[in-house]
């Protein structure tokens, strides 16, 4: 499981991190850390013994956090990317995949989306619920390919400094991103049928994606 560490936290517990390794190695480690601190960073590592040699995620903490991804999500990991020291509130939505749909057993979901067109529209969206509400970090994860039954597809992640703010915020986040964010749906059910559910609230559809793709290929080769 991944474990978060605010700059604060890695610069204070700089002697753990260092312990037992060569005064050069420290002394770019002690650089690497110190930038981190001057940028307001926060990393994200598999494991305090290996830092940090592991595979890590720098997210300015200025910037909401948006993504992608084919990974299984972890709820708490995002709820933690939203704290910060003004807020006193984190709001979330999380998005599970159910085993039923009118009648029939489902096995898994699997999504697909267009998206540079998407991560452009989630962006959007945190522009927007910005104009609204007073808000400290935003944080919208949305998953791709097969999701088992339990699993998350979305996890929303909003912090403000009271709890009215987010609660609200994550309402019309989770709003916004089904009705203007391209991403598509299959239910694979158990007796191997499957079946793409239209999201009725969606302005977006694959056909008008293709057709908007092809019309762009076209204005290049012209």
């Known amino acids: 499981m991944n474990t978060i560490y605010s700059a604060s936290d890695l610069v204070n517990n700089l002697l753990y991190y260092l312990f037992g390794v060569n005064r050069d190695w420290c002394q770019e480690k002690i650089s690497f850390l110190q930038q981190i601190k001057r940028n307001n960073f926060l990393l994200i590592c598999t494991s305090p013994s290996t830092f940090p040699i592991p595979t890590t995620l720098l997210v300015n903490m200025d910037e909401d956090i948006i993504d992608l991804t084919e990974k299984q999500l972890n709820a708490e990991n995002i709820s933690r990317s939203v704290i910060l020291p003004n807020c006193g509130a984190v709001s979330m939505f999380i998005g599970t995949t159910r085993d039923n749909f009118d ?7 699997e999504y697909e989306a267009y998206e540079s067109m998407a991560k452009k529209k989630m962006k959007e969206i945190c522009k927007m619920i910005r104009s609204k509400w007073k808000l400290g970090r935003i944080a919208i994860i949305h998953r791709l390919g097969e999701v088992p039954v339990t699993e998350a ?70």
């Not at 009648?103 to 979901?109: E, F, I, P, R, S």
């Not at 391209?182 to 007796?191: L, R």
């Open 103 to 109: 009648g029939k057993v489902v096995l898994k979901l």
């Open 153 to 222: 597809s979305v996890v929303i992640a909003i912090s403000s400094t009271h709890r009215k703010e987010a609660l609200e915020a994550v309402s019309e986040t989770i709003d916004a991103l089904k009705a203007n964010v391209p991403i598509w749906k299959k239910e694979i059910y158990q007796n191997h049928e499957s079946a793409w559910k239209a999201n009725k609230e969606c302005a977006w559809s694959k056909e008008t994606i293709k057709k908007d793709i092809l019309q762009k290929q076209n204005e290049i080769l012209s």
